[in-house]
């Protein structure tokens, strides 16, 4: 029992000390994120420095597994919340999040964002954005598919791996893409390309984690992706297929609660979002495609990236109404046998 | 198989190291006699009897029951039954299950053996007992079970390690009384590990004394119960 | 046997651990219905519901089935050769799959089986075109043996080397062939474990998500533990997340209350924890199936944990265990992995000990009957609760009490110790009940009690069984990942957290690195729990 003892004054005198930090009179600023943005790698860590440069202010991230469980958490929390600002939702989440009615108009200048398909909003302030592509393994695809079409119609003993709408965005990019593409007739292309389906995933890092073993030689990625292996692992062995419809496209924002401790801080931040020095981090820490102006021109890598001639975005409010239904029209097409 | 017959039992230079101990015994254990092995604890009592009963396997010499040499012989081959102090019967399984088993270890039974196995019962003072289960008997009740089966194996020789080890002395002489009645009747060689000089005197008509992994005596009882030269002896008289 | 007032305070604790039992479950789900009643949606089953029932629970006894089905020549094999090169090496080899977050093993898994594996290669060199193909039931059921027949033998085995020395002597005496020593010793020995084990399998098999989905190829393989992820997470319908919860623990609870019925726990002596010397399966073709029989169990089991640690070796292995950031993930997975064990081992003792009490009485009334019943269904139903309820229910009601981030690392240790439960009170309970067995009586009348009890007569006896149930605990622990990821903030970094995390930045030879760092402290865990065996002489 001593040692018991021992360790709950550890975790007494732990709390006290972080208690006292937060109790220096600089105010904080309470991000909600996901967790790939604060790792080690990922922009958080310089965001936070950067932002902390310039407002005298402390930055803390609370993160939550995926944009996804970003968003229950904000449900949970409802109006009580102690977020800020909460970074990191996409646009499929985009229609349930304003419905909560835990969002306050941004009410800054956001005329320095470009995201293809001209996305404008009131509420929500792009930071970054990716196309959806399927990325392939040049050692062992040669004819990598052209086409979404081509994709469903290509030779079936060619698998990819997928993600899972039900569990993660990706997957729900894929089937919005599909239906974009494919619109009534999206069962039958489903049915389909399940005989290309090697595995659907619970999410993005499982299929990726399988098609960098060598498991797979396709899967459902973003466009950027390949810039990656690289920057960072000097390979251009992993490409995207530049597909001709178009590549369906996930833009990635952040909001302003509205029951923000800090509202001028907090737009202070969104602002700074669109500014050169946050763009500047993303596109090597979050592998994603700067959502405003950088100060430098990207990394080399980032030109050899496949460019979409078109791009697919289903409106918030009929991906928010039909969502349901679609997946369920998705586990229907791929359950058969 | 030599039912009911009488064996007597040679160890011939046998000699066997178990780590640092090392083991030699040469002797001859007469037939149709109860031989008491006995002996300080870790002087080699159970290894002995051990190596008769086929496990331990001796690195030298012979092991010879009833003319027949069993050195390489298998336990279940040896003309031996077994009773040991404790454990001598499946828990989840029913005295008549436990004593069959010493008849036909895969339990394939005529009707005459099934009418032994209760007369064997009968004759342990167990009469009825048939469907117990081990879980339900007192101490006693469990070693006159183990006998039972040793009956029914009708093996010319006994082997027991200190059965009556577990017993409270009033019961010990119950059962002593009891293994005496059964070797009356069948007149099996017994050899029996014990540290108990009480039941050499009740029991014993020859005795072993075994010391550091050897035998230091092998005689008549009265003759070791006599002895007073021997230090280990007369040591081990004395304490008793 | 015990003074009345240790009977009292036995039983006094058992109370207080059920308590603690049902409030760390009920409270969570009381808090989401709660929370729910203020989202009007419909919440009934459908087909859907019932389609996700039927392969939840068709993959589940599969699993159960095949994983005992193949642990038992294993274990059988394993402890008539208790001289077989290597033998502890592959017990403790068999602690180490339940260490490992899931995916890591699902990965090395693919390594072997997988459409690139080595097994299909090897086909392809011999000139088989047709590889085989592990996605769909065949992987699951691959990747639940993979992970629950080690679990299996372990169980197995610990019943096997209890039993008296003496059964293998009379056997060998009466000359009982290898079928006959199955039929009357070993085979009832086992009777007595496989219930025990097969219930914990089913639970795990039950609520799998990541490998089902992962293995599984498509939707059609789905279990109802997803579709709560799902409701829960993407649909936001807490009130159809509880309401599937509930009929997941239903249905469950009632195959176990099935599989209970099996033959009842006979308590037998336990030996005198000599070496096992065994006279039988000295014939060659007992030999050779033996041999057989045990390097097969070491190929399946030690390949795919051979390609995770090769592909550790080959990432930048000392560049990530010296990292700034690995340490300190080291260090917090280690420190709740411990403390969580310890509670877990505390709360299985006190739990086993209010149970003994009540087994002790000659005659229970009613009531501690069903008091002693309770504490041993719940002890192990907990396994059925999702962690995604657990987790979010307690994030309602924590968030009442103050900022939730500060209460993360002890309700990620209380769930931790939770969801280990089970698997302790499967090691402890029965080590106690033996032991009780044979010292109750002689403790009793030396009048040893309180404090010198423990420290002259149990600890030394049951030192080795708690040893074995603390490093069971901390592996678990260990490899924990939904926990963590329910309360995460950007201070908590555990092992399993950072594996995911170094793979959802595309570090995937990161997180092979991890994978090998955690496989191998899975192993150094084993060490304490098997230590003990070595030194018998």
Redesign the interface.
């Known amino acids: 029992m001593r040692k018991m003892n021992v360790f709950s004054l550890i975790a007494t005198a732990t709390v006290l000390l972080a208690a006292t930090v937060h109790a220096e009179d600089k105010k904080t600023l309470t991000i909600y994120t996901y967790e790939s943005f604060v790792s080690k790698w990922g922009p958080g860590p310089k965001v936070k420095a950067a932002f902390e440069k310039t407002c005298d202010c402390t930055v803390k991230f609370v993160a939550v597994a995926d944009g996804v469980a970003l968003l229950t958490r904000l449900k949970l929390e409802g109006a009580s919340s102690p977020a800020d600002i909460a970074l990191g939702l996409d646009t499929s989440l985009f229609k349930e999040a304003k419905d909560t009615g835990l969002f306050a108009p941004h009410g800054i200048d956001a005329a320095g964002a470009k995201v293809p398909g001209d996305f404008k909003d009131d509420v929500f302030v792009p930071y970054d954005y990716g196309h959806f592509a399927v990325i392939y393994d040049t050692q062992t695809v040669k004819n990598p598919p052209k086409s979404l079409k081509d994709l469903v119609d290509g030779d079936p003993s060619q698998k990819i791996a997928i993600q899972d709408p039900r569990t993660s965005t990706p997957g729900l990019g894929l089937l919005l893409w599909v239906k974009a593409v494919y619109g009534d007739k999206a069962p039958e292309a489903w049915a389909k390309l399940k005989n290309r389906v090697l595995t659907v995933t619970p999410g993005w890092s499982e299929a990726y984690g399988l098609f960098t073993k060598g498991e797979v030689p396709l899967v459902f990625s973003y466009v950027t992706s390949p810039a990656y292996h690289m920057v960072e692992e000097k390979t251009d062995r992993y490409q995207a297929a530049s597909f001709e419809e178009g590549h369906y496209i996930q833009v990635e924002v952040s909001g302003l609660l509205k029951g923000a401790k800090e509202k001028d801080l907090a737009q202070r931040f969104l602002s700074f979002t669109l500014s050169p020095a946050f763009q500047d981090i993303i596109p090597t820490t979050n592998w994603m495609m700067p959502a405003a102006a950088t100060s430098q021109a990207l990394p080399d890598a980032f030109s050899k990236l496949v460019k979409p001639q078109k791009t697919f975005l289903l409106s918030p409010e009929e991906v928010a109404q039909n969502r349901q239904a679609w997946v369920r029209e998705w586990l229907t097409a791929m359950s058969i046998k | 198989m030599k039912d009911g017959q009488k064996a007597d039992i040679l160890l011939r230079e046998v000699r066997l190291a178990l780590g640092e101990q090392r083991f030699h015994f040469d002797c001859s254990i007469g037939e149709g006699l109860i031989t008491a092995i006995t002996g300080r604890s870790g002087s080699g009592k159970s290894t002995l009897l051990n190596l008769v009963a086929g496990f331990e396997a001796p690195q030298q010499g012979r092991i010879v029951i009833g003319g027949q040499d069993v050195t390489e012989l298998h336990p279940s081959e040896r003309p031996v039954s077994l009773v040991f102090q404790d454990n001598n019967l499946f828990t989840h399984l029913d005295l008549f299950t436990n004593i069959a088993l010493g008849i036909s270890p895969s339990l394939r039974l005529a009707k005459e053996d099934r009418r032994n196995v209760s007369a064997a019962l009968e004759r342990v003072g167990l009469g009825g007992f048939e469907t117990r289960k081990p879980g339900t008997l007192s101490g006693g009740e469990r070693q006159r079970a183990a006998f039972a089966r040793a009956l029914v194996r009708r093996r010319p020789v006994l082997l027991l390690d200190e059965p009556f080890a577990a017993l409270d002395p009033a019961l010990r002489s119950t059962m002593a009384d009891l293994l005496l009645e059964l070797h009356r009747d069948d007149g099996t060689t017994i050899l029996m590990v014990t540290h108990d000089l009480e039941e050499v005197r009740r029991l014993a008509d020859e005795v072993l004394f075994v010391e550091e992994g050897r035998i230091s005596f092998a005689g008549k009882r009265d003759d070791f119960l006599a002895q007073e030269t021997s230090g280990a002896i007369s040591e081990f008289l004395r304490r008793s | 046997m015990l003074t009345q007032a240790e009977a009292r305070r036995a039983l006094a604790g058992g109370i207080v651990a059920l308590t603690l039992v049902i409030a760390i479950t009920a409270l969570p789900v009381l808090a989401l219905l709660a ?1 729910a009643s203020r989202f009007p949606e419909n919440s009934g089953f459908d087909a ?1 519901t019932f389609s996700l029932l039927r392969f939840t629970l068709l993959q589940a006894v599969l699993s159960t089935l095949l994983s005992i089905l193949i642990a038992i020549p294993v274990t059988l094999a394993l402890c008539r050769r208790p001289h077989f090169p290597g033998r502890l090496w592959i017990i403790r080899l068999m602690a180490v799959p339940m260490g490992l977050p899931v ?1 890591a093993g ?2 090395g898994l ?2 072997v089986f ?4 080595i097994v299909n290669q090897a086909l392809l060199a011999l000139g088989l075109e047709q590889p085989l193909s592990i ?1 769909g039931l065949t992987g699951i059921l691959i990747a639940h043996v993979f992970f629950n027949f080690p679990l299996a033998c372990r169980l197995m085995i610990a019943v096997l080397e209890g039993l ?4 293998w ?9 290898s ?2 020593i199955f ?3 070993e085979l ?1 020995a086992l009777l007595r474990a496989i219930p025990g084990a097969a219930g914990l399998i089913f639970m795990l098999c039950a609520t799998s ?2 490998l089902v ?8 393989a789905t279990t109802l533990e ?2 709560i ?2 409701s ?5 319908d807490p009130a159809r997340a509880i309401a599937m919860a509930l009929l997941q623990i239903l249905v469950t609870a009632c195959i176990l209350a099935l599989l209970s019925r099996l033959p009842a726990n ?4 336990m ?1 005198e924890g000599r070496r096992i ?1 065994r ?1 039988d399966g ?1 014939s060659w073709p007992a030999r050779i199936w033996d041999t057989g029989v045990i390097m097969c169990a070491c190929l399946f089991l030690s390949l795919p944990l051979l390609a995770i640690a090769w592909a550790g070796l080959r990432s930048n292995f000392l560049e990530i265990v010296t990292s700034a ?1 690995f340490l300190q993930a080291l260090s917090t997975s280690l ?1 709740i992995a411990m ?1 969580s064990a ?1 509670a877990c081992v505390l709360l299985a003792l006190v739990i086993a000990f209010a149970r003994q009490v009540v087994a002790e009485r000659r005659a229970p009334p009613r009531s501690a009957r069903i008091f002693s019943a309770s504490l041993g269904s719940l002890s192990s139903l907990v396994l059925l609760v999702p962690p995604v309820v657990l987790g ?1 229910g307690w ?2 009601i924590l ?1 009442e009490i103050g ?1 939730v ?2 209460f993360s ?2 309700i990620i240790i209380v769930i931790n110790m939770l969801m280990a439960l089970p698997f302790v009170m499967r090691v402890l309970q029965p080590a106690l009940q033996s032991h009780r067995a044979r010292t109750a009586r002689l403790v009793a009348s030396l009048g040893i009690t309180g404090f010198s009890r423990w420290r002259i007569v149990d600890w030394r006896v049951l030192g080795q069984p708690l040893a074995m149930a603390f490093s069971f605990a901390m592996a678990l622990s260990l490899g924990d990942l939904g926990a963590v ?1 329910m309360f ?3 201070d908590l970094v555990t092992l399993p ?1 950072l594996l ?2 170094s ?6 030879h990161d ?1 092979d690195s991890l994978a090998l760092i955690l496989g191998l402290i899975c192993l150094g865990l084993t060490l304490i729990g098997t230590a003990e065996r070595e030194m018998r ?1």
């Open positions: 929370f859907y995916l699902a990965l693919i390594t997988g459409r690139q594996g996605y008296p020395q003496e059964y002597r009379l056997g060998a005496s009466l000359g009982m062939r079928w006959s039929r009357f010793i009832p998500f990541t989905l992962v293995l599984g190829g498509g939707p059609a997803v579709a992820y799902q829960l997470r993407l649909d936001f006979d308590p037998m002596n030996g010397s006279m000295q950031i420190a403390l310890f979010t994030f309602l968030r900022e981030s500060r690392i002890p990821a995460g903030s950007q957290w995911y995390s793979l959802g930045s595309y570090r995937s997180a002489p």
